[in-house]
């Protein structure tokens, strides 16, 4: 069974040590020690809501994000992978992925963790070097992020590690510097993103007042390239824009999101898309952990109509190196009155791009070339407009 037909589900952790200046994510610092078993307890109720909505269905991974989830006990982590394998059937090679911060965890941690049910591990490097950690707020060390991914290498047969680049001060020279010190300690995945400035955040006052300054367009250009050649070389090619694999290594869990499979989310803010009787939804849970933890209250669910739901597969298939795929798209779609997805686009946009070389399309379908993948919000704005 392809990955985009299976269920996936989305377990929200929502605390961190400390939060990190750029970050507007839905994560806190904890004002006092949580208690574990009101977290299981929690999430179990979640767990047996979400299977009374989605009845029974073929399990294809099982993603714990944040926050930072590798600050939860690994009993906790257990508990939770326990409940979603009897709540949903589980395939034979059913993905459990744990995202994991550098300094949080040692190797007996990690040790817990896999043998919780996590097979697949995400560190949260974010640089190799050590001032461009400090200027991000993060509170690891490079050594931290060495020790973590030298012991999940013994532990985890799948590990990937996040990078941030387009970083305030950073060069290409810097840059394929730092990425060659990093793939001495690449597993078969990593996800490279670029900085973004986020409204609200410490780094969006520093941006403002001038302390701080962004890499112009043309270095982010330049490093971004530079990012896809050096991985491609390195055996990992993009299979999406932040996102790089060996063959076959690719993450089950975001690429069935991004192909449009239905996924669910337990935990304070974790959303969801879910295909009901009545139709596509939208789900999002409230952020409010301690409502959250006093028994889950219901998610919110937003219908989505048929072009919404095209449109939103739209945007996310065309950040994969395979694109939209027209047959794919007929069969999710058709019924909708959508059998292919160039009658959702532009066309003018979308044959200027194909003449400059930015996309192509063609019977199998639509997608970014090299050249284009650069360009890619701006032409998906434009293609969608
Ligand atoms: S560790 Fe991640 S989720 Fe936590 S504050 Fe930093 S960026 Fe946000």
Request: charged fraction near 25%.
């Amino acid at each position: 069974m392809s990955p985009e037909t299976a269920f996936h589900l989305y377990v929200h952790w929502p605390y961190c040590r400390s939060k990190c200046g750029y970050c507007d994510f839905a994560s806190y610092v904890p004002r006092q020690a949580w208690d574990p078993a009101k977290f299981v307890a929690a999430y179990r109720a979640d767990i047996a809501a979400l299977r009374a909505r989605t009845g029974a269905r073929e399990l294809g991974s099982v993603f714990f994000g944040g926050g930072t989830p590798s600050l939860a006990e690994p009993a906790v982590i257990g508990a939770v992978v326990e409940a979603a394998m009897a709540a949903w059937e589980p395939r034979g090679d059913c993905e459990v992925t744990l995202e994991a911060n550098p300094g949080t965890v040692d190797k007996a941690r990690l040790r817990a963790l896999r043998d919780a049910g996590v097979n697949r591990l995400s560190v949260g490097a974010q640089s190799f070097d050590a001032a461009s950690l400090k200027a991000l707020g993060r509170e690891h060390s490079v050594d931290d992020t060495k020790h973590a991914l030298t012991w999940a290498h013994d532990i985890f047969d799948r590990l990937s590690f996040d990078l941030i680049t387009a970083r305030p001060g950073l060069s290409l020279a810097l840059w394929e510097d730092e990425l060659a010190e990093a793939l001495a300690f690449a597993g078969e995945h990593l996800s490279i993103y670029q900085l973004t400035v986020e409204d609200g955040t410490p780094l969006a006052r520093a941006v403002a007042e001038g302390r701080v300054t962004m890499p112009d367009e043309e270095t982010g250009a330049e490093i971004f390239e530079a990012t896809r050649r050096i991985l491609a070389a390195a055996g990992r090619p993009a299979y999406e824009v932040s996102n790089f694999a060996r063959p076959g290594a690719a993450c089950r869990h975001n690429l069935g999101i991004w192909r449009g499979a239905d996924y669910g989310g337990v935990g304070p803010a974790a959303h969801g898309r879910l295909t009901l009787e009545e139709g596509r939804f939208a789900t999002r849970h409230a952020p409010d952990v301690h409502a959250w933890l006093k028994g889950p209250p219901a998610p919110r669910m937003e219908p989505l109509d048929a072009e919404e739901r095209a449109r939103e597969h739209l945007m996310m298939a065309l950040r994969l190196t395979e694109g939209v795929a027209t047959p794919g798209f007929a069969a999710r779609f058709a019924d909708a009155g959508f059998a292919d997805p160039r009658e959702l686009m532009n066309r003018d946009a979308l044959d200027e791009a194909v003449g400059l070389g930015l996309m192509v399309s063609d019977d199998a379908g639509v997608r970014a070339t090299e050249a284009g993948v650069l360009l890619l919000n701006a032409l998906t704005a434009r293609l969608l407009d």
